[in-house]
């Protein structure tokens, strides 16, 4: 496998893994929710809650109101922001390297350009040594 595959497929990896812990996160995140707050009545109160704290939006339809429930949404605070950061940072990396596809083709372009033009050269070169009268290419 080529070494632009690999990368391309590590990057591609890194972000369906990123994708695939956060939503994990946010589902245990909602059960914790659910189980631990007492206003969270059904499943889905429990995974808004945790999806609107992980991402510190916040509504305030549903917040923590128990020790323990606030104690767990610093948790998914914590986890909510690393997590969104490593996808973030996933997709960014997807950016950067189309981005740097595109120099190193250019870069590979220009350096074919300057190796015909050096050939070119060296042969212009070896045209005029070999005009030269014989004295003056002993001298060279």
Known sequence: MKWQQRKRF?????????LVLCIV????????FWILEPRALTLSDGLWLAFTTAATVGYGDIVPSTHASRAF???VVLLGLAV?????????AMFV????RQVERDLMREIGALRAE????HEEVRGIQNNL????????
């Open 118 to 121: 050096v050939r070119h050269l």
């Open 84 to 92: 969104l950061s490593l996808v973030t940072a996933s997709v960014a």
């Open 73 to 75: 949404s610093v948790l």
């Open 133 to 140: 009268h014989p004295s003056v290419q002993s001298e060279l």
């Open 25 to 32: 996160i946010l589902g245990l995140g909602g059960v914790g």
């Open 97 to 100: 390297e189309t981005e740097e």
């Open 10 to 18: 590590i990057t591609r990896r890194g972000l369906i893994y990123s």
